[in-house]
């Protein structure tokens, strides 16, 4: 007997369904989500072929054929801000890109949307996995007609809807509406993202660690003591752990989604507030990873529930399966404790 087909479901195909579930939604996310994802198709398409085209780094220079190339991270940028001007659904876009906000040509659209159009920028240049980020809010004033950076300062608790776009070995896109995290496989072929998996949850616990181990001389005490806990031979739970740092947080937090384990970009002496953002890394990262089972924390608050004060703050993050980061809090607040002994 020939067993049947599994019915390959597309993404717009899953958002409009989604979107079925609730007979009161007027479409706009659901619009705003198949954007994102026509943008995610494109900037794939031009991330496949950079080397060939020379987008990687070569910003006002012309490619084989004699056109003006942009580099990547600026082409990213341009393709997922024009995307989200179309559907007259964002009044405005906060993206790692541009210092202050891009107001849209909806002032009246009641979304906003932060962008990292092209986390792992490092990266590009050399082949390894990068990613865009997106992180959606309500706007708050709703009928002002001049949405102002105010009205973006939201906590990620507010979050409608995020998630990441992945340019791996395959390009994945993965996003919540807080409503478990829906993932999808982009097959080249046909030029669309099939659903993967409509309910990711991710183990409660891991063997990876996850930090870029070259700035150890800069951390405080408890997060030493925490990486060498970790490097301690203790077959029966699990020790040591495996070392694993891509510097792309995308793909770092893809990999501790997947297999579990803890990823950390602790502050330190050069980046006291920590290195990564608060808003378009930090937020829509946690808001998927917490969908999945797990948790992320700044050493002293949940990400999500932190009060911004500027849409480009940096914050430092503890983030992955549940056991891993309470693991590490023990000896993050232990160091504390001692601290506040010494005087
Ligand atoms: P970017 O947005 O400029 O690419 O910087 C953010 C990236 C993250 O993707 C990654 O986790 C981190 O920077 C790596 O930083 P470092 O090289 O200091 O380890
Ligand atoms: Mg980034």
């Keep these: 007997m020939t067993s049947k087909p599994k019915k390959l479901v597309t993404l717009d195909e899953y958002i409009i369904q989604s979107q079925n579930r609730f007979p009161g939604a007027t479409g706009e996310l659901s619009q705003l989500l198949r954007d994102i994802g026509l943008a995610a198709k494109i900037i794939s398409r031009e991330v496949n072929k950079a080397g060939i085209t ?7 220079s012309k490619n084989i054929h004699g056109e003006s190339v942009k580099k990547l991270d600026l082409f990213a940028d341009e393709q997922l801000i024009s995307a989200l001007n179309r559907s007259l659904i964002t009044c405005m876009v906060i993206s790692e890109e541009n210092d202050g906000i891009v107001s849209l040509n909806s002032q009246g659209g009641k979304y906003i949307v932060y962008l990292d159009p092209l986390d792992g920028s490092s990266n590009i240049d050399v082949n390894v996995s990068i990613g865009s980020i997106f992180s959606i809010y309500m706007r708050q004033t709703r009928y ?25 070995s395959s390009t994945m896109m993965v996003y919540t509406t807080g409503l478990g995290v829906s993932a999808f496989t982009l097959d080249p072929s046909i030029g669309e993202f099939i659903l993967f998996d409509d309910d990711f949850s991710m183990p409660k616990h891991g063997t990876i660690y996850s930090i870029n181990e070259g700035s150890y001389n800069s951390w405080g005490e408890g997060l030493k003591k925490y990486i060498k806990y970790c490097q301690k031979e203790d077959p029966e739970n699990g020790r040591p752990y495996s070392a694993r740092y891509i510097g792309s947080m995308v793909a770092d937090i893809h990999r501790t989604l997947v297999k579990g384990g803890i990823f950390i970009y602790p502050s330190s ?29 700044n050493g002293d608050k949940r990400i999500m529930e932190i009060d911004p004060s500027a849409i480009h703050e940096r914050t430092p993050i503890y983030i992955g399966s549940k056991q891993n980061v309470e693991e590490a809090m023990k000896f993050i607040s232990s160091d504390k404790e001692m601290a506040v002994e010494a005087g």
């Design 269 to 297: 002496k050069v980046y006291p507030k920590g290195k990564l953002r608060l808003m378009y890394e930090c937020n829509p990262l946690s808001f998927i990873i917490e969908q999945a089972g797990g948790m992320a924390t």
């Design 54 to 60: 020379s987008l990687l780094g070569a910003d006002g």
């Design 144 to 168: 002002d007609p001049n949405p102002s950076e105010s009205d973006a300062l939201q906590s990620g608790v507010r979050q409608v809807a995020a998630g990441y776009v992945l340019y791996g």
